[in-house]
């Protein structure tokens, strides 16, 4: 527990320090974003996004069927395609620095209200979280979840609405609880998942 | 050489000269800066603040031509147009090029002009209540429709619904103005216009996110600069430098890593920085064209988001402005 207090203090003794050292870029604020907070409940009211991060149609062209779910990391939007040219887009949190990846995979499982259970790594990094949160509001895994194929990721909801938008996460990807919940209801177990990389230099 | 090939030759020459006379770069540098013709104001596209500082998508574009000429993005001379004299401004050589939000057609292009590329792909939408809860234009029968009378909007409008066998009522209002207040109002369930101005629009109505623009575009507006048509190598820096950029965000080169970059072993990015090949000479330019352009100003991505995308007060969603490979229909040649 105390070993716990000093390296939360000194991280906010480094944000402090860093702070007026340099403009704040996008990647500097994520990187600076809020921990989890298991417990904490959002209002409604907190869970209406900017228009930008809405749920809302888009014009989309792809290649993908209709019913593929496309995650763009670098862009925070997931789109449900719906073919014709269009597909229905939703803002998300996703994984910081260091814990973005690419991929396909399918959808392999999903729950309602799921329990938390931070895996092994995340707890040696994050020594103070929960072993275990069982599901409900003031769960960081929200509403809903969608097990992508046999990795450690899921789409899930979250309880802090603020951090869509952003790179917070340890690779999942987060959505608003009811952004989660229309889309659990929108794709079945087997749904193909496209996770796109930023090009690299 | 036989006679036929010295004609061919001198034909080259001829048509090499003539095509080059106008020597546009070349006034531009003795002048010292580059006169670029904007519009008088309109959010996300060019617009001058109080302190009397230009922004935008179009003057972007102006400050990626001065920091591919001079390396000095304040070497622009913005000069307002109305849409009216806009042409004949480019045409009488008071600008050296027009970026406001100009739509590229045939029957401008008869008339001395030329588009060099398209920096925007605008074209006719709809914005309707969230609480409609429709998500197509195609759900829009029987629905009434406000738009602005006697323009294109109101016949592109008229051909939608026709060619899709809809019903629909039109309200239409004299300006622009009293056409959002009539939706605002309430008194129909639908607005239609050009899709960049709906998401202007939307930003005044309380709160913008009650309000939703539908994916659908029913008319086509490519918006993009425009030069002369009397010199090539103009048109050719031009058209390049809005490909730069576009090809920059294909790479994953932007402002903040251009001088890692540098570095790079990957051909596509090595050509366009300048390492390998010297095709900024040869337009003209330096070595170095494309990295000034993204060290001062940044790739596409970069200038969309930050005046017209989620950096802004708009929120227009890439769309069709995207990467080809991204979802949309940005398409650059390749540089090689």
Known sequence: MKKTWI????????????????AQTNQEMDMMALADQPGYVPNASEEQLDAIYQRQPVFYRTTESPGTIVVSTSERFMYLVEGNSRAIRY???????????AGIHRITRKAEWPDWTPPPEM?????????????????????????????????????????????????????????????????PIGTKVVVQHAPTL | MT??????????????????????????????????????????????????????????????????????????????????????????????????????TLG??????????????????????????????????????????????????????????????????ATGDETSTAYESGRCDSLTSD????????????????HIILPDIISKEPLGPVVRQDDFQW?????????????????GINRNNVDEAMKSQKPDVQRLLGIEGNFGEQLGLTKDWAARILRLVGNYGETYERNVGTGSKLGIPRGLNQLWNRGGIQYAPPIR
């Open chain 2, 108 to 173: 401008r292009e008869t008339e001395g002009v030329i588009w060099a590329a398209v920096n925007y792909y605008d074209g006719q939408g709809f914005m309707v209540r969230r609480a409609l809860n429709i998500d197509s234009a195609l759900e829009l029968a029987d629905k009434s429709v406000c738009t602005k009378s006697g323009t294109t909007t109101e016949l592109n409008l008229a051909d939608y619904f026709r060619n899709n066998h809809l019903t629909y009522k039109v309200m239409t209002f």
């Open chain 2, 235 to 251: 048109l050719n820096i031009v058209k390049w430098t809005q490909f730069a950029m576009v090809n920059a965000e294909e790479l």
């Open chain 1, 7 to 22: 390296w939360m203090l000194s991280v906010l003794l480094v944000t402090i320090a860093e702070t007026p050292m340099h």
């Open chain 2, 3 to 104: 006679l036929k090939h010295f004609f061919a030759a001198f034909a080259l020459v001829a048509f090499a000269t003539t095509s080059v006379s106008a020597q546009t770069l070349k006034v531009v540098k003795e002048h010292g800066d580059l006169a670029c013709g904007v519009s008088e104001g309109l959010p996300g596209f060019s617009e001058k603040d109080d302190k009397g500082q230009w922004s935008g998508l179009d003057v972007d574009l102006c400050r990626a031509l001065a920091a591919a000429i001079f390396n000095d993005v304040t070497k622009v001379r913005y000069v307002p147009l109305s849409a009216e004299n806009r042409f004949e401004a480019l045409r009488s050589k008071a600008i050296d090029v027009l970026i406001r939000n100009s739509t590229w």
């Open chain 1, 123 to 187: 707890i040696e990094r994050q020594p103070y979280l929960p072993r275990f949160m069982a599901g409900g509001p003031g769960n960081p895994l929200g509403a809903r979840a969608l097990y992508i194929g046999t990795t450690v990721y899921r789409i899930h909801g979250t309880n802090q609405p603020q951090t869509i938008g952003h790179a917070v996460s340890s690779g999942c990807f987060r959505l608003v609880n009811p952004d989660v919940i229309d889309l659990y209801g929108r794709v």
């Open chain 2, 195 to 210: 899709v960049s101005q709906l998401y202007a629009q939307r930003t005044k109505l309380a709160p913008p996110r009650d």
């Open chain 1, 91 to 101: 803002g998300i949190g996703v994984g910081r620095d260091g814990f973005q990846w």
